[in-house]
């Protein structure tokens, strides 16, 4: 089967499933980046997120994921079927990281989760540095946030069992940076600038 026409068939997929079982809410879906490439950036409660945020977009998106799920024979076979990039969370990995940057240079939409792994509450926490370095070489490119609400009450870090229970998206402005925050260097700079992106990300609506 045709990359693509699987891709939009597993979105497609995904859309009836939140839709029908989570009551998915959407706030401003009209500020969502369809054409170009784009940076989307969103917080991660739980396993859903990633099918969750993607599904938001009619075109393909990108995926960030770490390496070790595709150690699982399936998922190895899968998740670049979905687009999905591996990155290694524990150590610097160039390779990784010149392969998301071309990705977005060609013209096409990743989605990053900043905190690098789900979280163990339903908070919002601090971002990883690795997503300051990936700005500071895409500095032209749209950062859209996403904050996710009500996925970790459906499916928690520390649970197999799935809830259905509400869902909120809520889709922001392109974050501003200038040009002297992403040109700083070093992990104090990487920090500010992922700092910025997790209080953009706090700060977008639940309510209309």
Same mark, same amino acid.
Do not use: W
């Given at each position: 089967?045709? %990359? ?7 979105? *497609? ?11 998915? #809410? ?10 170009? =490439? ?55 990995? =160039? ?8 990705? !977005? ?26 997503? *300051? ?8 490119? =749209?950062?859209?946030? !996403? ?15 799935? #809830?259905? #229970? ?12 200038? =040009?002297?925050?992403? %040109?700083?260097? *070093? ?14 990300? %706090?700060?977008?609506?639940?309510? !209309?």
């Amino acid at each position: 089967m045709n %990359r693509t026409l699987l891709y939009h068939i597993v979105r *497609g997929t995904a859309s009836c499933f939140f839709n029908s079982f989570f009551n998915l #809410k959407v706030i401003n879906q009209q500020k969502l980046i369809e054409d170009g =490439p784009c940076i989307i950036v969103a917080n991660h409660q739980s396993f859903l997120d990633p099918p969750l945020v993607g599904s938001l977009y009619r075109n393909e998106v990108y995926f960030l994921a770490r390496k070790t799920l595709f150690d699982a024979p399936v998922l190895k076979q899968v998740l670049p079927l979905c687009n999905t990039i591996g990155i290694d969370q524990t150590r610097p990995d =160039p390779a990784s990281i010149i392969q998301v940057l071309r990705t !977005v240079k060609n013209g096409n939409r990743i989605i990053i989760f900043p905190e690098g792994s789900r979280c163990p509450d339903g908070q919002i926490h601090d971002a990883m540095p690795g997503i *300051g370095l990936i700005l500071s070489k895409l500095a032209s490119v =749209p950062v859209q946030p !996403v904050r996710i609400e009500g996925a970790y009450d459906c499916l928690p870090i520390h649970s197999n069992k799935l #809830k259905f #229970k509400p869902i909120t998206l809520s889709v922001g402005d392109p974050i501003q940076f200038t =040009p002297e925050e992403l %040109r700083a260097k *070093g992990r104090d700079a990487q920090r500010a600038i992922g700092q910025k992106i997790m209080d953009a990300i %706090r700060a977008l609506p639940l309510e !209309v």
